[in-house]
């Protein structure tokens, strides 16, 4: 005789284990099937666990329309975070080389921006403070360079 799920031979007339009686009954009779999930707001089908499709997240941030003050009326503490975590993602996705820009190490960078977050009044727009031109791939130590103004990059107009 041969199990009906591997096609081993067995002294049992139907499987030859537990596992395999498990596996061709839970393939042939699911317990439950996948419930198709609709978003709650505009019922179009999302993945996962999610209740809202990314359009209708109420909790979505569109960062280029808020201005550094809104920001920091949101967060008093450590505003320029937010500004510069979001500077590392529009960089991420950017097709700037991903290794610092004066010497070419590609193990680790940092995006740093080349006019500093405080050198911009409390109207900008996030979006303009972290404008691609504006930010900048560099090791550890020429970050630390161009901070305490060894390194000079020439700044351009923002």
């Not at 909790?59 to 500077?87: F, G, N």
């Not at 590392?88 to 977050?117: F, L, T």
């Not at 109207?123 to 970050?143: E, K, S, T, Y």
């Amino acid at each position: 005789m041969n199990c009906q799920h591997c096609g081993q031979n067995t002294t049992n007339p139907i499987f030859c284990s537990r596992s395999c009686a498990a596996s061709y009954n839970n393939q042939k009779h699911p317990k439950r099937s996948k419930q198709k999930r609709l978003c709650k707001y505009c019922g179009i089908s999302i993945v996962g666990r999610r209740t809202t499709c990314d359009t209708c997240n109420p909790c979505y941030v569109d960062w280029s329309s808020l201005t550094l003050s809104d920001i920091r009326s949101k967060a008093l503490y450590q505003y320029s975070a937010r500004v510069r975590q979001v500077a590392r993602n529009i960089y991420r996705q950017s097709d700037k080389p991903k290794q610092c820009a004066v010497c070419g190490y590609d193990k680790h960078y940092e995006v740093c921006h080349i006019k500093p977050i405080k050198d911009f009044p409390n109207n900008r727009f996030v979006g303009q403070i972290n404008h691609i031109d504006n930010l900048l791939a560099l090791c550890p130590n020429h970050h630390w360079e161009l901070t305490t103004g060894f390194l000079l990059f020439r700044v351009h107009r923002i």
